[in-house]
């Protein structure tokens, strides 16, 4: 299981990143776990990989992930870190006390070792995703995560 993330300009819903990052903007408490691990992956690096590995006429199935594996939380402070805003704000809480009908992963990880040996360089990390990622918040204006109001 990889996390998606990244701007997206046509249906305008948020993602795990874009919504951490809307509501420590706010000021606004976020919780997440702590005991799910997840490889984060961002949508413009994955499209980017996608069209080499066509250009390098690669076959057969890939993880087209970024590197490492880490929890939602950690996640979360490194978005809150990155950004400027206040760690505290984000919360712990576990996977096992959600209260979700369907039962979900612990560990969703995914190794991005095959396909960095078939294009010969490292694929991305979470956190070299976000510098990518910051330089596209500056050239958009999208919903942060929550529903916005219309202009009255």
């Known amino acids: 299981m990889a996390t998606l993330w990244g701007i997206d300009l046509v249906a305008r819903r948020p993602n795990f990143v874009s919504w951490v990052l809307g509501e420590l903007l706010e000021g606004r408490e976020v919780q997440l776990f702590t005991d799910q691990s997840t490889t984060p992956s961002y949508a413009n690096?994955?499209?980017?990989?996608?069209?080499?590995?066509v250009r390098n006429d690669c076959k057969g199935v890939y993880n087209v992930v970024s590197q490492g594996c880490q929890s939602k939380y950690d996640m979360g402070l490194k978005i809150a870190e990155f950004?400027?805003?206040?760690?505290?704000?984000?919360?712990?809480?576990?996977?096992?006390?959600?209260?979700?009908?369907?039962?979900?992963?612990?560990?969703?990880?995914?190794?991005?070792?095959?396909?960095?040996?078939?294009?010969?360089?490292?694929?991305?990390?979470?956190?070299?995703?976000?510098?990518?990622?910051?330089?596209?918040?500056?050239?958009?204006?999208?919903?942060?995560?929550?529903?916005?109001?219309?202009?009255?």
């Open 45 to 53: 690096q994955v499209a980017e990989v996608l069209v080499e590995m």
């Open 83 to 152: 950004f400027g805003r206040d760690p505290a704000l984000v919360k712990p809480w576990t996977l096992a006390s959600a209260p979700y009908k369907a039962k979900r992963p612990a560990n969703g990880c995914l190794d991005c070792t095959k396909v960095e040996e078939a294009l010969g360089r490292p694929m991305f990390t979470f956190e070299e995703s976000l510098v990518f990622f910051r330089s596209e918040v500056q050239n958009y204006h999208f919903n942060w995560g929550r529903p916005q109001k219309p202009p009255s």
